[in-house]
């Protein structure tokens, strides 16, 4: 299902995926793998989906949450890939070392076995019946077919030569469709494959196709993507988006499994390939596969430019990634290693001081420092006992243990060496953040709490402990300048926001999935999070936490009245408002009024805090808290 011709262009382009919470965005990084030549692509009734590398000599798997990994490299250029009923993929190679010749394996890459040597190059394969059918330029007016329970190998004749087709597929009654480089139409072969007849013209250069029972035959093209009938008539087309002259959006192959929703390879705007989706008749397209692999810990240096600790996707190191924002990347950032490893890496935080992310490395158990440029590295302090973080407050370091009940703060007093404190009371500590008193916010990930440390007593507190407010905690960014602290909630998918005497939990935002890291820059206004089970980082721009009901808005004479509210709540303003967008305190927006007449019924909404965010026609935004009695 698949396009092979290989397009060179100079591009340069950026995604950028947004979703608001509390009226605010949320930007997430990372999505997009990039693929060096991707081929072909299949997909399973869980929605995993495969994809072949050519280039790269890799099978990649890209599961629900974007989770991309290898599962088959270095066996050959891998061209074309098909799933049977049995969840079993099977693999042709155009070239290298298996050249010619099907493996079977399983959907993690297991157990790969030759199937068949039909020694030729295959560019697609498809199963019908009890055959695995493909096509390959060797066979002039033939289509190859080899039986699924020995592996015999044979051809049938074509009433038309399919030799070259860039892309075919079946329907569910045996009658196959191709399609061909730089045409049109689409060719259409009997299930006896005696008889052809040619579709009418759909209006773009194809390049690949598939059927989806209950629609037809779903058509990438040089400039749309065209839902046709089975009888060859074009049901509907839309058109591909437009870039700058030079860029290219051009889909390649297509697997089209699921209900209105295609999966596609297109060759990007960047001169990469990646798996898109595309959702009709909505017309909409989103990235799928990550470039990061379970990111864990967070930190940004003073230049904004964000580092995490990840699994590699290509090399399968362990590696710390900067991200850099450049406009002229893919996605807005650039993203490269600057530390890669076997060892077991946990937390990290950047120190200005010296420009030096340090590390937890849990195999040597040591804390190690690595600069910004990933040339300068080294040992930190050793002989520990499973290190997570180390951070600097004034002249201490101060560092956490996962196998160690304590705190420990270490100063050099020269030239006597290093005086050592021991703090608080820990049972699994993890990732932790100061506030400028002097105290320290440990989260405690086997305790389900944050632990408050006093550095200078070493006395601690439990915050958040009324209450299952937690699950597995494992980190902290402590807000200096609303005195309040986020948590990555990580047993319940959540990053929460509690006040200093660990009151007023919320829940900000949603859809996270096992979050580990935050870390919050020093304006207080962007939360950045390693989203670690949706293999992503996610930046939140945040709303000021201390809005009250009572505050005066920088909108002159808005006033919103009753406030609380059973019934209804009046905005009177001197400007005229656009729009008006209720939130809950999930960051669900459960009202937009466009035509509100400044009045909103608050009748079918459960007691509690809502944030009103009101839109003016000049374009400024006011943020209000409101409270349904």
Known sequence: M???TILRFFILGSWLLTMTVFGQNITTVGLGYNFTYATDITQDLDGNIYVCDATDELIMKINGANKTTVISAGKGKPGAIALDNDGN???AYIAGINSGKIFKMTTDGGNPTLFANPNTSITNLEFLGI???YTAPALSNKIGRISLSDGTIGTVNMPYNVANASDFTFDNTGNSYFVFPNYNN?????????????????????????FRPFLGLVIGGMSDIVIMSVDGHVITHWSLPVYNPGQSFLPMSVEARAQNNASFVFYDTDAKYRVYNFKYPDNTYAVRGSRFDSPASITIDSGHNIYISDHDISTGYNSIKKIVPNNAY????????IWNTTNTLAGIAYNSNADYIYYGDATDNVIKFVNTSGNTYGNYITNLANPYMMKTYGQ?????????SYLVGRKLNFPFGYTYNYLGVLNDSKGFDFDTAGNAYVADYASNVIIKINLSTGASTALGNIGNNFNKPSSVAVDNVH??????DTGNNAIKRMDMNGNNITTIGSGFFKPEGVYLNSSADKLYVADTGNNVVKIIDLIDPNLSVSEMSETSNLQIFPNPASDFVQISSKEKIKTLALFDLSGKQVMDESNSGNKISLERYPKGMYLLKIIFEDGKIEIRKIVKK
Do not use: E, H
């Open 2 to 4: 698949k396009n092979r």
């Open 89 to 91: 993929l099977y693999v």
């Open 131 to 133: 055959y695995i059918w």
């Open 186 to 210: 689409v060719v259409k072969i009997d299930n006896i494959f005696s008889t052809y007849t040619i579709s009418d013209n759909s209006g773009t250069s194809i390049t690949c196709v598939d």
């Open 330 to 337: 893919f996605g807005g950032y650039q993203i490269s290693n």
């Open 396 to 404: 201490t370091d101060y560092y956490t243990q996962r196998n160690y």
């Open 483 to 488: 005195n309040v602290m986020y948590i990555a």
